[in-house]
């Protein structure tokens, strides 16, 4: 049972203000309409996704269910940020209840635990694929794709739910000032008075779990890969197989990219902007791209499109 002394420091702050890319008033409107056009252009290239795989039979394959399940995260992830996002640049002040901080923080981390276990999904999909092409359709059975998507999802909700608990517990005392333009949990953390040191190696397993043993899986498999595509003979399979896997390669580099700089960096103090700068690149850059990225050489998309186009011409002059 809690004592009182830590219950009146937990409940001493109601609220929590971000202090968002900047302060100036003009640039705070100008962002607003960047990011609230980009935020709408990422839905629309997303649901486009979606919609295609499931439209196109052509497309009811294990590569495209996954690539639909991490379009649908994707809008769940920026809908999560930046809506909180534009309310604070419009309004021009960063306040944002305690509740609804952790309740954002808490999704934020279901979605970026679930996306590292889909790519590391979508990259084991493309090893079986070219190395294992006889296979491919048995292996890669639409259960076993369900069963992959209902572990990285389960996965995704298991862990953040557990340091969340304890964050709820946390005694918070000081400054309610977050550097930040959403609740990260490291700047949650950061903000807490109690003894935080069993959280943080708790982090640190999930950490190896959810990211670094998908980007394992992700390095062995494209090794792989890589070894099977030069001892192909055929000059024109080496392209496919190239082809079929410079889309993923490039979502995984800027997924892990952002978040090796992020968390492997050293510690530069708790006023440090550098967090916000490279979770630009996560929050806002990466989901606008990764539609543009999987869609721009896809022949398989790009049959899709035009069929759906031809369908709804067909329609429109019947």
């Known amino acids: 049972m809690l004592d009182r002394t830590r219950v009146v420091n937990q409940t001493s702050i109601t609220h929590f203000v971000l202090v968002g890319l900047t302060s100036h008033r003009r640039t705070q409107i100008a962002l607003f309409v960047a990011i609230l056009i980009a935020y709408l252009i990422t839905l629309l290239g997303n649901l486009m996704v979606i919609l295609l795989v499931q439209l196109d039979s052509r497309l009811h394959t294990p590569m495209y269910f996954f690539l639909s399940n991490l379009s649908f995260l994707e809008m769940c992830f920026v ?16 306040r944002i209840l305690f509740n609804c901080c952790i309740a954002q923080m808490y999704f934020g981390g279901i979605l970026v635990c679930t996306e590292g276990m889909l790519l590391g999904a979508m990259a084991y999909d493309r090893y079986i694929a070219i190395c294992c092409p006889l296979v491919y359709v048995t292996v890669m059975s639409k259960g076993r794709c369900l069963i992959l998507a209902a572990i990285s999802w389960f996965c995704g909700f ?14 918070f005392c000081g400054s309610n000032i977050i550097n930040h333009f959403f609740c990260s949990l490291h700047m949650v953390l950061r903000l807490g008075c109690g003894d935080i040191h069993l959280i943080e190696v708790f982090i640190s397993v999930v950490t190896v779990i959810v990211v670094l043993i998908p980007l394992c899986v992700i390095l062995v498999s494209y090794g792989l890969i890589i070894i099977s595509i030069v001892h192909m003979s055929s000059g024109a399979g080496r392209s496919k197989a190239f082809s079929t896997c410079s889309s993923h390669l490039v979502v995984v580099t800027m997924f892990y990219g952002s978040l090796l700089g992020l968390y492997l960096k050293p510690r530069s103090g708790a006023d440090s902007s550098y967090d916000k700068h490279v979770a630009v690149f996560y929050v806002m850059i990466t989901p606008l791209l990764n539609p543009v990225i999987y869609t721009l050489r896809n022949k398989d998309v790009h049959a899709a499109v035009a069929k759906v186009l031809r369908r709804g011409f067909a329609e429109q002059n019947s």
Do not use: D, E, R
């Not at 809908?79 to 960063?94: C, E």
């Not at 298991?158 to 005694?171: E, K, N, Q, R």
């Open 79 to 94: 809908s999560n940020i930046l809506p909180q996002m534009l309310a604070h640049l419009l309004a021009g002040n960063g």
């Open 158 to 171: 298991l862990f953040p739910g557990i340091y969340t608990h304890y964050i709820l517990h946390l005694s």
